[in-house]
């Protein structure tokens, strides 16, 4: 039963992936079509993480309200719908309807489905099911290319996408029912061997936004959730433009080049999955920060090769991979089952906020100073992480003594 629910699990993992680069891949076309301005991409995106945090910060009330899998199949539905939209839409304040369901649906089953893991399954398959999703958002590209190439539009990947997210919502509807046969079984003196471990799970009502927050040791977690996907996001959108601007890499070579971050998230989070339940959520995110920091440094080096800054990119990448996944998968060991939806829910927002706000933030930056201070920004960012994380890590040393 832990076992069927797991796999249907990693497939939604793979569709929370899949939405998540098509806008970026299929951009240059669609502004085009749609008549618009290149930047108003920005407005698109804004509009779907606004949504998303919005969702992320009512999802524990409304998954202690439906459960998980309701949840979850109704937020796939959402994005399905919103998706299938997008493929009809002929003008740009049509795809900005449809962007609300689509970032309302994307943050309520992130954090649902994050949640759930972190209760109910061990710290390895945190990592694995990230992995997927990094699967997921590597297909939406090659499709977007796919579509465009064969001379079907940018609106047929949006079309195919869609329609395969509304038949993921279908089969997670057919499973709703083995949600509540795990967690009742769950909920039994003897829990399954793989189950992520909360001794105090049992789900008495709602947290409230700002009770949570009062949590000793939440904001910690919050400013080190930021910190992460903030570095994450400005190193997935400006790595490339950096290595041709100061490194002076070919455009082409940069740009497929520039993939080697977020190869090594997805193998990162794959590889962290053989060891995470040996060596535990805080090993994972301390070692995951310091490998960031020693990928930004070899980045930064004015060496006459750029073989050093690819692996300082590579090397960047693999150590953002188990940070996500590890935050994630402590929180319930942190501040206990019984506030970690609610806490996970702002930990969301936190992510979708730093994601948001870092990279157009980076690039005022570097008019004024140049993109040399790519490696310095990522560097500070993971300076605050591991301070923030470190001083979480005493806390919850110093409540559990």
């Not at 029912?177 to 009502?205: I, M």
């Not at 959520?281 to 995951?288: E, H, N, P, S, V």
């Not at 090397?315 to 970690?340: D, E, K, Q, V, W």
Request: neutral net charge; contains cysteine.
């Amino acid at each position: 039963m832990y076992a069927l629910l797991l796999a249907i699990i990693y497939v939604a993992f793979i569709s929370l992936g899949l939405p998540d680069s098509l806008v970026g891949a299929g951009w240059p076309v669609m502004h085009q079509d749609l008549a618009v301005p290149v930047a108003f991409a920005g407005i698109l995106t804004m509009i779907i993480a606004s949504g998303t945090i919005v969702s992320s910060l009512a999802s524990e009330r409304v998954t202690r309200r439906f459960g998980a899998g309701t949840v979850t199949a109704v937020s796939v539905g959402m994005t399905a719908l919103a998706l299938l939209g997008f493929s009809f839409s002929p003008t740009f304040w049509m795809l900005c309807l449809w962007a609300i369901p689509y970032g309302l649906g994307a943050g309520a089953v992130d954090a649902a489905l994050n949640n759930y893991v972190a209760l109910h399954y061990a710290a390895r398959h945190m990592n694995w099911l990230h992995s997927f999703w990094g699967v997921g958002a590597s297909i939406s590209p090659f499709l977007m290319g796919y579509a465009i190439s064969a001379g079907h539009g940018w609106s047929a990947a949006y079309l195919w996408i869609g329609l395969l997210q509304a038949a993921l919502m279908l089969a997670l509807l057919v499973s709703i029912p083995l949600w509540g046969k795990v967690d009742r079984e769950r909920a039994r003196p003897t829990e399954s061997p793989d189950a992520g471990a909360a001794p105090d799970a049992a789900p008495v009502g709602p947290v409230p936004l700002l009770t949570a927050l009062r949590i000793p040791g939440v904001v910690l977690i919050l400013v080190t959730f930021f910190a992460y996907c903030a570095l994450e996001s400005t190193g997935l959108l400006w790595a490339a433009t950096y290595l041709v601007t100061e490194r002076g890499a070919p455009p082409a070579a940069a740009a497929m080049l520039g993939a080697l971050f977020i190869l090594g998230i997805t193998a990162g989070r794959f590889l962290a999955g053989f060891f995470a339940d040996r060596i535990g959520d805080r090993a994972l995110i301390r070692g995951g920060f310091a490998m960031i920091g020693v990928g930004a440094l070899l980045l930064a080096l004015p060496l006459p090769t750029d073989v050093v800054g690819f692996v300082g990119l590579l090397l960047a990448g693999i150590g953002c991979a188990p940070i996500y996944p590890a935050i994630i998968h402590s929180t319930p060991a942190s501040f206990g089952a019984r506030n970690s939806q609610a806490i996970i829910g702002i930990q969301m927002a936190a992510a979708y906020t730093g994601s948001t706000i870092a990279p157009p933030l980076f690039g005022a930056l570097s008019a004024v100073t140049g993109l040399w201070v790519l490696p310095l920004f990522l560097i500070v960012l993971v300076a605050l992480g591991i301070v923030m994380s470190e001083r979480l890590n005493r806390l919850v040393a110093t409540r559990a003594a």
